[in-house]
């Protein structure tokens, strides 16, 4: 006796019983599949998974770089805009004067910072409402402008409680102490760079 449905081989074993071998190669190869195809798509979920995180902390990371690139680029702008100035040390002071080899208190600070690639207005009173980061008394960085005496007279901080200015005609580019008289005449100051 012989059965054809599902059935991969039967043979009549005596008269009355009958040994039927069923082998299930298409619905093992199916579930098989199914598997492997289950394992396949969680092996690439978490892949993708992973990438996604990986992805999200590389955004993390460089929006980081970012906050603190700005503030190690404004110090850098800073340091150069000091050295610039600290050059001109000795330079005549002359009424409206931007420099080289003379310059007035604005004209000085304008021309420092240019050289670090930050353009200033040229006036005190338009370049402390020009500049956005206020700095108050005691909070100074070297780079930053001391508005005195009502807000005529500028300098520029170069740290250890001394700023770089052109004082007055008659006067050249020196470095003077903040002492009692810079903070009784002090109207505010200002961070230029960032």
Do not use: N
Not at 173 to 178: N, P, S
């Amino acid at each position: 006796m012989t059965a054809s449905v599902g059935v991969a081989g039967a043979q009549p074993a005596a008269a009355d019983t009958v040994t039927v071998t069923v082998v299930k190669t298409d619905t093992a190869a199916k579930t098989a599949a199914k598997t492997t195809t289950k394992t396949d798509t969680k092996a690439s979920t978490g892949t993708t998974a992973r990438k996604a995180a990986v992805k999200k902390q590389q955004t993390r990371q460089r929006a980081a770089k970012r906050k603190i690139g700005r503030g190690v680029l404004q110090q850098v702008k800073a340091e150069r805009a000091v050295k610039a100035a600290k050059k001109q040390i000795g330079d005549p002071y002359r009424y409206g004067a931007t420099g080289p080899g003379a310059f007035d208190c604005s004209g000085l600070v304008q021309y420092a910072w240019r050289q670090a690639g930050v353009r200033l207005p040229r006036t005190t009173w338009s370049i402390r409402s020009a500049v956005r980061k206020k700095v108050s008394w005691g909070h100074f960085e070297p780079g930053d402008l001391i508005f005195t005496s009502g807000g005529g007279h500028v300098g520029m901080y170069v740290g250890h409680g001394k700023m770089i200015h052109a004082p007055h005609t008659g006067t050249r580019v020196r470095i003077d102490k903040l002492d009692a008289y810079r903070r009784s005449t002090f109207v505010g100051a200002v961070r230029p760079g960032v």
